[in-house]
């Protein structure tokens, strides 16, 4: 009998919990969910829902919370605590109430959220209840059929790779079925597990990055049916946005995610619900939110309709609002962001005389500089941090990207410009023309299942082994694999760059939560035609 039927017929007798599911596998079904264990990395665990190894059901969900026990039990025998939440998927809650049973039973006090509340919120709550680890139960902006487990450190950021290796070496000697669990309601009973609620305090942090005063705009937001349902229009009224409308359709949390098949608000279809009901309304602003309310998405009204703002452009917009509208910026203010978002915020920030500082791709590398920062008593210095991915970070008061906070100074920011009688679409040809245009594009490639986890290596390795010598005939200049790399003080990690003599940029990484390989394209000039040239020829060599 090979492993996977192995893995299989101990799951089969042992999981009761998943029974049904696993009597009625095929034998390809079977392959694909116990060919491997689900990985835990910086971003956590993301996986299917499902029974097996590599889906994430109460087992695994309970092997990963015991080596996190172990881990905080390795460095605080006694007193240790952890903050728990979770977003609108499929099974959240019941994953979130599991691990605090396992962590109960470890002897360690869980504090956990009694419904729903965004990814920067459970952040807040590990720094404001100075808990040794965090966990969000949440699968971003993935498809409904998944769901995850995030960890965080006792500073409210992501755990990094020294910890994230460290959680995984003790999760590697759990037993999945020895796992121990406390009946919840019982914990409860006996203060093992806590409800807590920071709704006020985590609020009233966000309300000191307020930039602007002007109020008068229109608002069309939309949760996505997920977390931001429970605190973005609570904060849109208490900040004096009275003219906002929430998309009805999209306005309760549902796990199923009944009106976009991607929740994600990157993409153009998870806002067109939001930008019809904009039309209907006049609206000045569209602002979406991901389920677990870490990313924000936005349209702005123009004459010829609604402009979809990326990512890159809004964090663009963002940097040069907060300092041309804040009046208390630090004397020498940092700005971080990530290496594959667009090298135009650097020309901006540093229009500023702000200090830019790059990270690898992941909201926890932004986190780790405020640290930096906070050690040599500078942390006021970090003004914004973002990736091009819709992740925005003002302030200190949390480690993750906020779209809570994001939503706030994206509503003043379109308010004051209105009062100037510009919108967010002529303020930003406005840094166009001043900076330059660059044109981006992010592309995915998926490989799934067993073969395709071998074929990203293939992949991968193949253009280590023939990187490209030319972006659409422009010389590569510079080549840097960030796996190898020893000049640069950052970790190593999986990317690949390339730099281009005309400034086009290509970077090639595998996602840290889904089994695909990204890639940034940057065309310093041509426009659409010229991403479209480059994406050919790199659609050619993946």
């Known amino acids: 009998m090979d492993s996977i039927e192995k893995k299989y017929a101990e799951w089969l007798e042992k999981a009761t919990q998943c029974a049904t599911e696993l009597k009625?596998?095929?034998?390809?079904?079977?392959?694909?969910?116990?060919?491997?264990?689900?990985?835990?990395?910086?971003?956590?665990l993301r996986g299917v829902i499902g029974a097996g190894t590599d889906r994430l059901n109460v087992y695994t969900i309970g092997?990963?919370?015991?080596?996190?026990?172990?881990?905080?039990?390795?460095?605080?025998?006694?007193?240790?605590?952890?903050?728990?939440?979770?977003?609108?998927?499929?099974?959240?809650?019941?994953?979130?109430?599991?691990?605090a049973a396992v962590l109960a039973a470890n002897g360690i006090k869980a504090y956990i959220t009694r419904k729903l509340f965004p990814t920067p919120y459970l952040s807040f709550m590990?720094?404001?209840?100075?808990?040794?680890?965090?966990?969000?139960?949440?699968?971003?902006?993935?498809?409904?059929?998944?769901?995850?487990?995030?960890?965080?450190?006792?500073?409210?950021?992501?755990?990094?790779?020294?910890?994230?290796?460290?959680?995984?070496?003790?999760?590697?000697?759990?037993?999945?079925?020895?796992?121990?669990?406390?009946?919840?309601?019982?914990a409860v009973s006996d203060g093992d597990i806590e409800f807590v609620e920071v709704t006020r305090e985590y609020l009233d942090a966000v309300y000191e990055r307020s930039v602007g005063q002007a109020r008068d705009v229109s608002v069309v937001y939309t949760p996505l049916n997920g977390t931001g349902t429970e605190i973005v229009p609570q904060m849109f009224r208490e900040?004096?946005?009275?003219?906002v409308t929430v998309v009805p359709e999209q306005a309760l949390p549902d796990g199923n995610f009944p009106t976009t098949p991607y929740p994600n608000p990157e993409k153009a279809q998870a806002l067109e619900l939001a930008i019809a009901l904009a039309e209907k309304q006049n609206a000045d602003i569209v602002i979406g939110t991901d389920p677990d309310a870490d990313r924000i998405g936005a349209a702005v009204?123009?004459?010829?309709?609604?402009?979809?703002?990326?990512?890159?452009?809004?964090?663009?917009?963002?940097?040069?609002?907060?300092?041309?509208?804040?009046?208390?910026?630090?004397?020498?203010?940092?700005?971080?962001?990530?290496?594959?978002?667009?090298?135009?915020?650097?020309?901006?920030?540093?229009?500023?005389?702000?200090?830019?500082?790059?990270?690898l791709t992941g909201f926890k590398y932004i986190g780790e500089v405020i640290k930096k920062l906070e050690s040599k008593n500078e942390g006021d210095r970090?003004?914004?941090?973002?990736?091009?991915?819709?992740?925005?970070?003002?302030g200190t008061y949390v480690r993750d990207k906020d779209a809570v906070v994001a939503s706030m100074l994206v509503a003043e920011m379109t308010a004051d410009y209105l009062k100037d009688g510009k919108t967010l679409a002529d303020v930003l040809d406005?840094?166009?023309a001043e900076f330059g245009k660059y044109y981006h594009r992010t592309v995915s490639f998926t490989y799934e299942g067993v073969s395709g986890a071998q074929k990203m290596k293939d992949v991968l390795a193949g253009i280590r082994k023939t990187p490209p010598k030319a972006i659409d005939g422009s010389e590569v200049t510079e080549s840097i694999d960030y796996l190898t790399q020893t000049a640069l003080d950052l970790p190593k990690s999986d990317v690949l760059s390339f730099k281009a003599a005309d400034g086009s940029k290509l970077i090639v990484r595998p996602s840290g939560t889904e089994p695909l390989i990204k890639v940034y394209i940057t065309a310093a000039s041509g426009g659409e035609a010229r991403i479209d040239a480059i994406l050919a020829q790199v659609k050619s060599f993946m």
């Open 301 to 359: 009204k123009t004459d010829g309709g609604y402009r979809l703002i990326t990512g890159n452009e809004m964090g663009v917009l963002l940097i040069n609002y907060i300092f041309t509208h804040k009046n208390d910026l630090p004397e020498k203010p940092v700005v971080v962001k990530t290496i594959v978002t667009t090298d135009l915020a650097s020309r901006v920030a540093e229009s500023y005389g702000a200090e830019v500082k790059e990270v």
């Open 126 to 186: 590990v720094r404001k209840l100075e808990c040794d680890a965090g966990i969000m139960i949440t699968a971003s902006h993935n498809p409904a059929k998944f769901n995850g487990y995030k960890v965080y450190g006792p500073d409210g950021c992501q755990v990094t790779d020294k910890a994230a290796a460290e959680i995984f070496g003790y999760i590697q000697k759990v037993n999945t079925f020895a796992v121990k669990a406390v009946d919840f309601d019982r």
């Open 382 to 394: 970090f003004v914004f941090g973002y990736e091009e991915s819709y992740g925005y970070l003002s």
């Open 430 to 432: 406005g840094i166009y």
């Open 239 to 243: 900040r004096g946005f009275k003219n």
């Open 24 to 44: 009625a596998m095929s034998a390809d079904e079977r392959k694909e969910a116990f060919y491997k264990d689900l990985e835990f990395g910086t971003a956590g």
């Open 63 to 99: 092997k990963v919370t015991q080596g996190l026990a172990d881990y905080v039990l390795s460095h605080k025998k006694k007193g240790a605590t952890v903050a728990i939440s979770y977003d609108s998927r499929n099974f959240s809650e019941e994953f979130a109430r599991h691990a």
